[in-house]
């Protein structure tokens, strides 16, 4: 089939080398504009800059499915010191190494790991639009690219937090589940954050669809639809709490604001405090396929100073797919009960002696 394709090809090509003398023949004529022709070909051929569109009610027009996939990190390296941006080269290499480990490794664990490939499933950075950053940090503010230091008291807390669990990953793993909350929120398929929107190994897409007074964020990671509204009322109470905390929006010039407060508590971004955390966002059109997210996190009890963090979204065809989550929630009587089976075999194995074992 290739080679028949290719000859028919070549015939075409050539038939119409053949024709184009006689059709430039019969298209000159005494005194035609032929240069006229030429330019205004030209000029057709000329891509158009890109222009800002809107909305049939006069928003600028931010609508689509977007990804902010990365290979950026989210402090700076050492290596940069104070330089904000990569030089070409540098990106480049980045990029390609970024593949290249994203490819080697299954969802940024070991090849030869028992879960799944994730190429095999198109869930690689490689396979859903990721494009190059040219940044050598995601956040921007403070200038040195490093989250600004804890307060005392956050310091204290999150020294108190249990060490992770170096075998999480592994086959056959201890697993604390004494308690339904020790599963964890993302587990039991309630909530896995945010905002802030940010990058993560897959389910890195949003899909943005805007009406009169409102403007719909949903998120990969559990599709949940935030509704923002944007008729400048204030937010609700501060005892209505909720996992995706309470947003409002407005337009600063080309820019959507969408300020976020009312957080439930274990539902924040790295553990900030619920009671007093704000993030705010700002969605920009820079072009035809690049959306710039910026965020700012302002927690005056978690961090001694606010900080603020920039992440590309790149224009996808699409469609999003549903995250359906689904294993922990349906399994999470069986996680239950493994535990307690694994506690039952312990207690016995610490209890049992000679004289017992009849």
Not at 34 to 44: E, I, L, R
Not at 176 to 197: E, N, Q, W
Not at 309 to 334: D, Q
Request: net charge neutral; charged share 20%; hydrophobic share 35%.
């Amino acid at each position: 089939m290739r080679n028949r394709s290719l000859a028919g090809t070549l015939a075409a090509a050539i038939a119409m080398a053949l024709a184009v003398p006689a059709l430039v023949a019969a298209q000159t004529t005494p005194g035609a504009k032929t240069a006229g022709s030429a330019q205004t070909a030209t000029k057709t051929a000329e891509k158009k800059p890109w222009k800002l569109s809107y909305t049939s009610d006069g928003q600028p027009d931010l609508q689509g499915i977007w990804t902010n996939l990365s290979f950026t990190p989210m402090a700076r390296p050492a290596k940069y010191g104070n330089r904000e941006f990569l030089t070409k080269e540098e990106m480049d290499w980045d990029f390609k190494a970024g593949i290249a480990r994203s490819y080697d490794t299954t969802l940024g664990n070991a090849a030869d790991s028992p879960f799944y490939d994730a190429t095999t499933y198109a869930l690689d950075a490689w396979q859903n639009g990721i494009q190059p950053n040219p940044r050598t940090s995601l956040l921007v503010d403070p200038p040195n690219g490093q989250f600004p230091p804890l307060t005392p008291e956050a310091a204290k807390k999150r020294a108190a937090r249990p060490a992770p669990n170096p075998q999480a990953n592994a086959v056959n793993a201890p697993t604390k589940a004494d308690t339904v909350a020790d599963v964890g929120l993302g587990v039991r398929c309630m909530t896995f954050g945010g905002p802030p929107i940010l990058p993560s190994v897959t389910n890195s897409d949003l899909q943005i669809v805007q009406s009169a007074g409102y403007v719909l964020l949903e998120w990969e990671w559990d599709s949940t639809p935030r509704i923002v509204p944007l008729d400048g009322k204030p937010h609700l109470s501060s005892n209505i709490r909720r996992w995706n905390g309470d947003s409002r929006g407005h337009w600063e010039g080309h820019t959507l604001v969408v300020e976020t407060t009312n957080f439930r508590p274990g539902a924040t971004y790295q553990d900030a405090n619920p009671d007093t955390l704000k993030i705010t966002e700002y969605f920009t059109r820079t072009d035809e396929t690049t959306i710039e997210y910026k965020f700012t996190v302002d927690d005056q009890t978690t961090w001694t100073a606010p900080w603020s963090a920039i992440v590309p979204f790149s224009r996808i065809k699409g469609p999003m797919p549903e995250f359906a989550c689904t294993e922990g929630n349906f399994a999470l009587v069986e996680i239950l009960a493994a535990a307690r089976a694994a506690d039952k075999a312990a207690t016995g194995k610490a209890t049992v002696t000679p004289n017992s074992q009849k």
